[in-house]
């Protein structure tokens, strides 16, 4: 295949905000999915142990817990108990 049809081919992810409850931590950033995939899939049992959130806050009992270091926090679906997706992007949420 040229590159134009691997292109075409492609799926493309939708970004979403979410805050994610992973007792005691509370993670909040972005999640990728397929279009047409509501985040409140998450919670089901699927193949993926992980989830990655890009853009990542994490929180302990409201004190962050983030690094400039890393960009990405993975979440083991095991622990997760809600996920929220958030109506306010995550660049207008304050710190």
Known sequence: LSEA????????????????QVPPYVVAGRVHLFPGTD???LLER????????????????GERLDDPEVDVI???RFYLR??????????????
């Open 74 to 76: 993975l979440v083991n």
């Open 39 to 41: 985040p409140s899939v």
């Open 46 to 61: 699927q193949n993926e142990m992980f989830i990655p959130v890009t853009n990542a806050v994490a929180t302990r009992n």
């Open 82 to 95: 809600s996920v929220d997706q958030l109506r306010t992007p995550l660049e207008e949420r304050e710190p």
């Open 5 to 20: 049809e691997r292109s075409a081919l492609r799926v493309h992810k939708l970004t979403y905000d979410v805050e994610l």
